[in-house]
């Protein structure tokens, strides 16, 4: 995975010499082209439709009554709640609004209150990952936890571990059901990181969060179906949630240790966009133009479809190498990636060595 730099059709040449920033003349075109003004009202839109929606999900539960038809409605909850998390991740990005604090607002409301999970935790985690994607020493996304990302990784993986890591990928999916929850506990426990004033503001949104749900679980059905959809509700969330953000840098090339490359070429060589239309543009949350949003992180996701042209052309111009692929493509080569990565356990395991190779690379490059 660590290629000094990566192209689609020589994964090891290394990228032109720098000459100055090759970042200012692109970000110069998308400010002339107005995609870095804000679009409050179509935000506005968006976040009051899916408040509608994600309160009239809720509604239909206490509407249907204590029955296992309930769980029929844990999809809608888990689909506009993971919406509400698109925007807790766009307000993170300073994308919406004008003000600071109004993102603030808007990070709260969306992450700890309709979501349970700690916006100022998972922030800090996300910006870490924004600075140096793939970076195995920087970026909490490829840390070596219960899936490893790197070859290296694997070292000493024995046990539980060692049999996680021979079936990472096939068994990618499926832990993704238990994403949701992860999320939930794993912010919790950082709370004690965060600032004292910080923890007083998250954590009383949190209790509120808590209280209500609980409250309107144990009051709409019995306990036994209340914990029944808790469980599918998290399911679909994490499997939602993971599904968007697998795509973007799983099995993409990072810099080797001590190598250093431009903020251009940091954010274009290590992500992959997804092709799609507005269908994929909605369910993925503008995550599938992952190129774009690097880029620019503060880019309205509204514009990031129409940013799309400029920067491939910026890139072509450049000899960079683009990567747009189809979403199923890119499932394959994520998971082809994590794949190679166990290979060394399982040959150790089976005593024969493994022919594996690098990732399918079958994207349009610009």
Same mark, same amino acid.
């Given at each position: ?19 100055? $920033? ?51 409605? &844990? ?15 766009? &307000?993170?990005? %300073? %994308? ?46 490829? $840390? ?49 990181? +965060? ?50 953000? &697998? ?53 309205? +996701? ?19 190498? @683009? ?6 493509? $890119? @499932?394959? %080569? ?8 166990? !290979?060394?356990?399982? !040959? ?12 399918? %690379?079958?994207?349009? &490059?610009?």
């Amino acid at each position: 995975m660590t290629l000094t730099a990566p192209t689609l059709d020589n994964p090891e040449v290394s990228p032109p010499p720098r000459r100055g $920033s090759d970042f200012a003349p692109l970000l110069a075109d998308l400010k002339a082209a107005g995609l870095l003004e804000r679009r409050t009202a179509w935000y506005a839109r968006m976040i009051g439709l899916n408040l509608l929606f994600l309160l009239g999900s809720w509604a239909a539960v206490v509407w249907v009554g204590d029955s296992w038809w309930q769980l029929a409605m &844990a999809v809608p909850v888990a689909l506009f709640t993971t919406r509400a998390s698109f925007v807790g991740h766009d &307000a993170g990005h %300073q %994308q919406i609004a004008r003000t600071a604090r109004t993102h603030r607002l808007l990070a709260l409301l969306h992450g700890n209150l309709l979501m349970g999970m700690s916006c100022g935790w998972w922030n800090a985690k996300h910006n870490k990952h924004h600075a140096n994607p793939n970076h195995l020493e920087k970026d909490p996304d490829v $840390s070596a936890g219960v899936l490893v990302w790197d070859a290296d990784q694997t070292a000493g993986r024995t046990g539980l571990m060692g049999w996680l890591t021979r079936h990472q990928a096939r068994l990618f999916f499926p832990l993704l059901l238990l994403e949701g929850l992860n999320l939930k506990v794993t912010g919790l426990m950082a709370l004690k990181e +965060r600032t004292p004033r910080e923890r007083l503001e998250e954590g009383s949104v949190l209790a509120v969060h808590y209280a209500v749900y609980l409250s309107v679980l144990l009051i709409a059905m019995s306990p036994v179906k209340a914990l029944v959809f808790v469980l599918v509700t998290h399911a679909l969330l994490g499997l939602h949630l993971g599904m968007a953000f &697998a795509p973007n840098h799983k099995g993409m090339p990072a810099p080797e240790p001590g190598v250093k490359w431009d903020h251009l070429r940091r954010q274009v060589l290590t992500s992959r966009n997804v092709e799609g239309g507005p269908v994929t543009d909605w369910m993925l949350g503008g995550l599938n133009y992952q190129i774009e949003h690097h880029l620019v992180p503060n880019m309205p +996701r509204v514009n990031l479809r129409k940013a799309q042209p400029i920067v491939r052309a910026h890139c072509d111009r450049l000899g960079v190498p @683009y990567l747009e692929t189809s979403l199923v493509r $890119s @499932y394959r %080569q994520a998971l082809g990636h994590m794949h190679d990565v166990g !290979a060394s356990l399982r !040959a150790e395991r089976t005593g024969q060595p493994e022919h594996g190779g690098q990732p399918e %690379q079958t994207g349009r &490059a610009a």
